[in-house]
């Protein structure tokens, strides 16, 4: 592997800390939101969509990986709050991701599930559906159109909630052919009217009975920017396969997901989801997994293994990646230096002190998205605390800051022969495990 960053130099290393972003070593991350009205012009929920960059269009993409980038951006790495606040969010899932049942993994009270108009209607599509409604999803049917050859539509129809018309490339006859079908016959579904592009559009399905609405006359689809950490796929390889053996310890999984900063952060935000949320502050990543369960944390590793074996970025951002990782181990053999009973808190704060650097999002938001104790998140937004001296020590390390180093290794009564007998073996740790 690449390793961007040489310990040796100091000088060099400050100033590729410095110049990462203008180097483009960071992962940008992009999900569109396009709102949905009622009748009344209020916004009732959002859909939401794939984007690759700033540009306001679609890009060529693989169904599955497109959807599993809308899900991951929205539940672990922007976070489905801030897209969507309290609102439902509808998104597209394709055939294989219905039949792989990744809408299991995700809040019901959420999501609701698009059907893609090009998935065939089946009875094996709608065993699917009733699955998925069981679950307590809703569901839509997007850019529907009758069919003279479909024999399942009354079945089908039963499980659906919304049915979304295509205003812009549908004709009368076909739009009609829908609204007569369910005006007569299915009150359980709520007609959206997709692509409206004008007023009179508007006023033309509100007064025929489509009650939801949306459009490049309401909205065009809002770009929510974000970062990502850069993953690393063999380690979710690696756990998913130690979660498969039955004698596995919660120790074993924990230790591994210590590995790589992408992941630890991720299992914080998992257990801060709509899916899990809990009230209890995480002490260590172990304490996070035992939270969740290794069931559940089986459930997320697999929907991020489909999506990180579709878009890798292993390497990107490595430098800071490296330098988190360095700094997480420092701080916890610090700490076990002074005896200290809650060590792995003191790995929680190394591990996410560059958490604002990799993401480019301020530490004091980051830090409302993830469930760690009031001292270490205190700690990570700089105020001083018991742990403040620990965490500038390791940085003053990492940074190779002379001065602050002797300074800081005196304020905890650390010699300089032990301070750099722990700094060879977190240095070690740290670039063994991206080697």
């Known amino acids: 592997m690449l390793n961007l960053i040489d310990f040796i130099f100091p000088i060099w290393y400050n100033y590729v800390i410095e110049n990462l972003r203008i180097w483009g070593i960071h992962l940008d991350i992009f999900v569109a939101r396009q709102p ?12 939401l969509l794939y984007r690759n960059s700033q540009q306001n269009s679609m890009p060529t993409i693989d169904g ?13 790495t922007i976070g489905i709050n801030e897209l969507a606040g309290e609102k439902l969010c509808f998104i597209n899932f394709t055939e294989n991701l219905l039949e ?43 850019d529907f159109v009758l069919q003279e050859n479909v024999t399942l539509y009354s079945e089908l129809f039963s499980l659906v909630n919304f049915i979304k018309v295509d205003f812009l490339s549908s004709t009368l006859a076909e739009r009609q052919a829908i609204e007569r079908i369910v005006k007569a016959n299915y009150p359980n579904i709520v007609l959206l009217a997709e692509k409206v592009e004008t007023r009179e559009q508007f006023y033309e399905a509100r007064a025929v009975g489509y009650e939801l609405f949306q459009g490049y006359f309401f909205a065009k689809p809002e770009i929510i920017k ?31 997901i210590e590995r790589d900063v992408s992941l630890s952060f991720k299992v914080l935000k998992m257990i801060n989801s709509p899916a899990v949320r809990t009230k209890s502050k995480v002490r260590s990543i172990k304490q996070g997994v035992l939270m969740l369960g290794l069931e559940e944390l089986s459930h997320w590793l697999y929907v991020l293994l489909l999506r ?33 009973q809650n060590a792995s808190e003191y790995f929680l704060i190394g591990m996410f002190s560059l958490i604002d650097t990799l993401l480019h999002r301020p530490m004091i938001h ?12 205190a700690t990570l937004s700089g105020s001083k605390t018991e742990m403040s001296p620990f965490l500038e ?38 670039t063994e495990i991206l080697d």
């Not at 949905?36 to 859909?47: D, S």
Request: hydrophobic share 45%.
């Open 100 to 142: 792989k049942e990744v809408v299991s993994k995700f809040p019901a009270d959420r999501i609701v599930v698009e059907i893609l108009e090009d998935i065939p209607i089946t009875a094996s599509l709608l065993q699917k559906l009733r699955e998925i409604k069981r679950l307590g999803f809703l569901i839509a049917l997007d």
């Open 308 to 340: 990180e074996s579709k878009t890798n970025h292993l390497g990107d951002g490595i430098a800071l990646i490296e330098a988190s990782l360095f700094r997480a181990k420092l701080c916890e053999l610090l700490a076990r230096r002074k005896f200290l």
């Open 36 to 47: 949905i009205f009622g009748k009344n012009e209020q916004i009732f929920a959002y859909e």
């Open 64 to 76: 599955d990986a497109a959807t599993l980038d809308v899900l991951t951006h929205s539940f672990l």
């Open 226 to 256: 974000g970062t990502e950490i850069p993953a690393n796929l063999a380690q979710y390889f690696r756990i998913i396969s130690l979660l498969r053996d039955e004698t596995v310890s919660v120790e074993e999984i924990s230790y591994e």
């Open 393 to 430: 020590l390791t940085i003053a390390c990492d940074e190779v800051r002379w001065d602050d180093m002797n300074s800081k290794a005196a304020e905890l009564t650390i010699d300089h022969e032990t301070l750099n007998g722990l700094y060879l073996e977190a240095r070690r740790w740290a």
């Open 366 to 377: 980051l830090l409302q998205d993830l469930p760690l104790s009031d001292e270490v998140a």
